[in-house]
């Protein structure tokens, strides 16, 4: 009896193939669970805070002091390393301060960005569970189809 060994090929390609799409498909879906389970613990975050006016003042308080601070210290680092300089014979020391105080500024934008996109979404709490319920719909609907 004689193999084709053509057919074979072709035969170990498809369960192949099959095999790849099949652990692919179940990737997807494990993926579509997660974001699915991000979005319930935000959409409960967001509920929490609903009613807690108090927490949301004391979270823009404490952000706008660390912005405050990043900026504070973006603006000392310069002359620090002026100052040490002019102290000791490293010039790579007032490099780094100002290394370092360019990334406070960084720091500093970065920290007041995520912040304002955070109060944003509190701004309209009832907008922002209406775009949670929708995006969640869409992935149900995605799990669904998958």
Known sequence: MEVDWNSAFWWLMGVAVTWIVFILQGRKKKA?????RELDLHLEYVNRLKGSQEYLFGIAFFALFMVLFFISVGLMLPALGEYLLSILPFPLIAK???ALSMMSFMLATIVAFTEALAFRDFSNIERT????EKKRAKLQEDLNNA
């Open 129 to 132: 569970q209406q775009r949670i």
């Open 96 to 98: 780094l301060c100002n």
């Open 32 to 36: 579509i669970r997660q974001r699915l």
